[in-house]
């Protein structure tokens, strides 16, 4: 069902005008504020071939199975430091990565596991990163926390909360000024938003009329925190009205749900180089981290939302429709555990990093031990 922005509008006789000469469109007069029901995810899987849709839950499995190995090597050691695991929220990346083109940029925060693999990093590097081994796609400097492979146009795992909007933001005009219609995608959850960065970027991404288009994934706790506790307005999607920003909040247990949201978003960014803000409600099965027993919240609770696991639901969903038989959703189980299996043994199998390392990726230009 739609929602109008307001009943006044925007302002008008306001100037598009910029130093930068980037800005030449003015602001839609009624910017989409919208929420769609499930009845909308029979549309969806229509518009979608067969193969697409069984890709879409292989990469839901992948990272599934990548994520629930992570907790496994991590409880013996063989990952340190902190991390975020992504259980729960597999249909948000899959959903909206898998909208993307290939040159397309993604920037996420410290949960980027799945955002990592979705965009193309493959499985093994992604390991041998959490491992801090140097086969790793930050050559194991960046761990959990700060994954980045500018091949895939990955930039990054962030873990200054909120730190990654105003770099997306940044890359949007750099895609702008450049003339490209290239879009940006940034993740980031529900507490960034109390973060001023967050509302600063929108506000600036609406003025200069850029293509990017921010993903709030809302699981509803900021580390051990509930977001009724620490946003005094909790429905986020309602915030981009402050900037006359389009905005949707989306089922973000529902894969196809999700990829038709960025699909629109995405048209908007194309076409009309203009931002989006999805608000994706989510839930994460696991604590904030592996740190984290998640004392503060009932079983009953993640019980609840365990009903909804998005895999659950697509798979049944693909089932119900003869996209794939049991036996094939067998069959693609085994053959995503032997694929994360094989990442497994490609971290414990890759060396560490060597010594010289230590003086690589800190400034632009390479420096030498002799210049320290």
């Known amino acids: 069902m739609n929602k109008q922005s307001s009943d006044s509008g925007p302002r008008t006789g306001a100037k598009s005008r910029s130093a930068t000469a980037v800005i030449e469109q003015e602001a839609p ?10 009845s909308d995810s029979e549309q969806n899987l229509q518009g979608l071939d067969r193969e ?15 994520e629930e190995k992570s907790a496994e090597s991590y409880s013996m050691g063989k990952i340190g430091g902190f991390c975020h695991l992504y259980i729960g929220q597999e249909a948000v990346a899959v959903g909206t990565i898998s909208a993307i083109r290939p040159d397309d940029y993604v920037l996420a925060s410290y949960r980027e596991h799945a955002h990592a693999i979705a965009k193309g990093i493959s499985p093994e590097a992604v390991m041998a990163e959490l491992y801090g081994k140097a086969g790793g796609c930050s050559r194991g400097k960046g761990g959990s926390m700060h994954m980045f492979d500018k091949d895939v146009n990955f930039l990054g795992g962030h873990a ?4 990654q909007i105003p770099l997306a933001t940044g890359v949007a005009f750099a895609s702008k000024y450049k003339g490209t219609d290239q879009v940006t995608l940034c993740f980031f959850g529900e507490a960034a938003v109390n973060q001023g960065a967050f ?5 600036m991404a609406q003025l200069w009329k ?7 994934e809302n699981n509803q706790y900021g580390m051990g925190t509930s977001l009724e506790r620490a946003m005094s307005f909790q429905d986020i999607s309602q915030k981009a009205r402050a900037y006359e920003i389009a905005a ?3 089922d973000g247990m529902d894969v196809l749900a999700v990829r038709a949201a960025t699909e629109r978003a995405l048209e908007r960014a194309r076409k009309q180089s203009l931002p989006t803000l999805l608000e994706v409600h989510t839930y994460r ?3 904030h981290s592996m740190s984290d ?17 998005p895999l659950k639901l697509f798979s049944a969903t693909l089932n119900e429709n003869g996209i794939v038989s049991e036996n094939e959703l067998a069959e693609m189980d085994e053959k995503v555990r032997d694929r994360v299996e094989r990442a497994a043994r490609f971290a414990d199998e890759s060396p560490e990093p060597a010594s010289e390392e230590l003086y690589t990726d800190v400034y632009a230009s390479p420096i030498s031990r002799g210049e320290i």
């Open 293 to 309: 027993p998640g004392k503060y919240r009932t079983r009953a609770e993640i019980e609840k939302y365990q009903e909804r696991d």
């Open 29 to 38: 007069t009624t910017p989409e504020h919208t929420s769609r029901d499930s």
């Open 160 to 163: 200054i909360v909120g730190g």
């Open 199 to 203: 509302h600063e970027s929108l506000n």
């Open 248 to 250: 949707e909040h989306v």
């Open 52 to 66: 697409t849709l069984r890709d879409l839950y292989y990469q839901m499995l992948l990272i599934r199975r990548f």
């Open 210 to 216: 850029l293509p990017c288009i921010y993903v709030c």
């Open 285 to 287: 099965f696991m604590g």
